[in-house]
């Protein structure tokens, strides 16, 4: 699934995409463990698929919270007396 499709999702099915991704990455480190595991770059294409569904995740509740933007952290008062 690209990000374009996963961006279509809601929250909930981003979040059940998440844990089904979890479980996923799981499975696959239980195979390694045993040996089981012939192709070892599943693991690393399933960690960057949790990774884009945080971002995605973060970036739809962002705009439902209506924060899309981020402020820059505020100054500090060195200097002033």
Do not use: H, W
């Amino acid at each position: 699934m690209k990000a374009e499709e996963m961006r279509a999702l809601s929250l909930d099915a981003v979040m059940a995409q998440v844990n089904d991704a979890k479980e996923e990455l799981m499975r696959l480190r239980f195979q390694q463990a045993t040996g089981e595991l012939t192709d070892y770059s599943r693991l690393r294409i399933t960690r960057r698929k949790i990774a884009r569904l945080y971002t995605i995740l973060k970036e739809q509740q962002a705009a439902s919270d209506g924060t899309g933007e981020q402020t820059p952290p505020e100054q500090g008062t060195e200097g002033e007396k």
